[in-house]
């Protein structure tokens, strides 16, 4: 589990959902065309930017409010990213629709026909999953392409050719359906071995699933895309750990990510959780900006702690969780009869006899696609609601790293320099907000931070 300091990058495709959306920083989807002020890239030939040792100044990009030229250009970079994110939940909603509705049956006989699939449920759910990811992935491929490599090249935000790209988001894809397949084929496993109650089972087993994850992916999933090590900078690092101090914040460590490997944009993130909590800190960041401002970044990420932003997502995903289970259970009763035939579980352990219908321990494999649609919708509508909560805990790391600092000024240094190095609009439309950012837009952070001076003692409003 991450929180970012900024707008995570999103994704052409959620099914290649990887760890860079969640630090690389900006809007909700790749978008852009290179500016008069973006730092230079190598060409696209993928490598590397310099990198900073324990005592070199880093090089300050402008602190200065956006130029008008530069304004539009971040503005023609957020309308890019708004067309290519709709234009993907328009993908995945008709996909998945269609896949659901009218493939996944003939799909699934084809795959019975087969004789090592015909008498396994399971290797043919695999199978059918397998199949249906791949044809996502294929029909997802071009705007993919667009969006995370030509406009991130078109705005001079990226470091990868078109073969490092595609090796990453290969990588992306095979973590994406192996985490898929886990959902889906426990899914299918606890619908029907629990019967009635699979919905509150289900959501418990995808909290603990979260819960694991939280802890794996700053060990095991980032370091497949980025190289981790822990910062080497003295000065930097006591400076960091006296804001640590006295917040009951257990830091594994202080991390620098190797963003520089991908994208010119900066970010920081709070990552992890028990054992494997660190604070991770884009080397982009490191190098530049100066020490007071990344202080600043840093307490943001300490605010996510103190607030235990990580501990409240997790438990209300619970809910939300359930609740989705839950609706699903009840549509799928009315679309195939779920629920309606045979001795169903009841609870603790006692048998209700139901009408002709399809018995829980019956569920089909073809069924499982209609299930994913149905979470595909529901997390679509749930968006809106999540994304604002999650908007609220920005504010309030935000307002804390204001009080712990006691230094507005870098705080607004430090969001206008990350304004300008990644093409960030700092006013986008409120419907975007709205619908697609975990993050308040940039104009509101500093705003937030203009009224710290008169009202550092009152929390920041809701609004």
């Not at 008008?68 to 970079?77: I, K």
């Not at 080497?232 to 257990?250: F, H, Q």
């Not at 609220?392 to 870098?410: M, V």
Request: glycine residues 8%; contains cysteine.
């Amino acid at each position: 589990m991450f929180f970012s300091l900024s707008e995570p990058s999103g994704s052409s495709d959620p099914s290649a959902d990887g760890p860079q959306q969640n630090l690389a920083s900006s809007a909700e989807a790749q978008g852009g065309s290179p500016g008069p002020s973006a730092p230079p890239t190598n060409g696209g030939s993928g490598a590397p930017a310099p990198t900073l040792g324990p005592t070199e100044t880093p090089s300050l990009v402008s602190d200065a409010e956006l130029e008008p030229e530069e304004l539009a250009e971040a503005r023609r970079y957020g309308r890019l990213q708004r067309k290519c994110l709709l234009a993907d939940r328009a993908i995945d909603l008709v996909y998945w629709a269609v896949a659901a509705l009218l493939l996944a049956q003939p799909v699934e006989r084809f795959l019975a026909s087969v004789e090592l699939l015909a008498q396994s449920d399971r290797f043919r759910l695999i199978a059918l999953f397998t199949v249906l990811f791949l044809f996502h992935a294929a029909v997802s491929l071009p705007l993919a392409f667009y969006a995370g490599h030509v406009v991130e090249h078109r705005f001079g935000l990226s470091r990868l050719s078109a073969l490092r790209w595609a090796g990453r988001y290969g990588k992306q894809l095979i973590l994406a359906l192996l985490l898929t397949l886990l959902v889906v084929v426990g899914l299918f496993w606890i619908i029907r071995g629990t019967g009635l109650w699979w919905w509150a089972v289900g959501a418990g087993a995808f909290f603990l699933l979260s819960v694991v994850m939280g802890q794996l992916a700053p060990v095991l999933i980032l370091p497949l895309f980025y190289r981790v090590e822990k910062l080497d900078r003295p000065e930097l690092l006591d400076r960091l750990r006296r804001l640590a101090e006295g917040t009951g914040l257990s830091l594994e460590g202080i991390y620098r990510l190797d963003l520089s490997v991908e994208t010119v944009k900066a970010n920081a993130a709070l990552a992890g959780l028990g054992r494997t909590r660190r604070v991770l800190l884009g080397d982009t960041l490191l190098e530049h900006f100066p020490p007071e401002e990344i202080e600043a970044i840093f307490a943001h990420e300490v605010g996510h702690h103190v607030h235990r932003h990580m501990a409240k997502m997790l438990l209300i995903g619970l809910a939300v969780s359930a609740a989705s289970f839950f609706i699903c259970d009840r549509l799928l009763a009315w679309w195939v009869g779920l629920g309606t035939a045979g001795p169903q579980m009841g609870w603790p352990g006692q048998v209700t006899p139901e009408p002709a219908g399809l018995a829980y321990q019956e569920f089909p494999v073809w069924a499982m696609p209609m299930v994913f649609f149905l979470l595909v919708v529901l997390g679509t509508l749930t968006g809106p609601a999540l994304n604002a909560l999650s908007r609220w805990h920005e504010r309030q790391a935000d307002w804390y790293a204001l009080k712990r600092t006691g230094n507005p000024a870098s705080f607004c240094r430090a969001f206008r320099r990350l304004t300008r190095l990644n093409k960030e609009d700092p006013d986008p439309p409120r419907w975007e907000v709205v619908l697609f950012h975990s993050h308040p837009p940039i104009r509101e952070r500093l705003a937030l931070a203009e009224q710290f001076p008169q009202e550092r003692h009152e929390a920041p409003s809701s609004a």
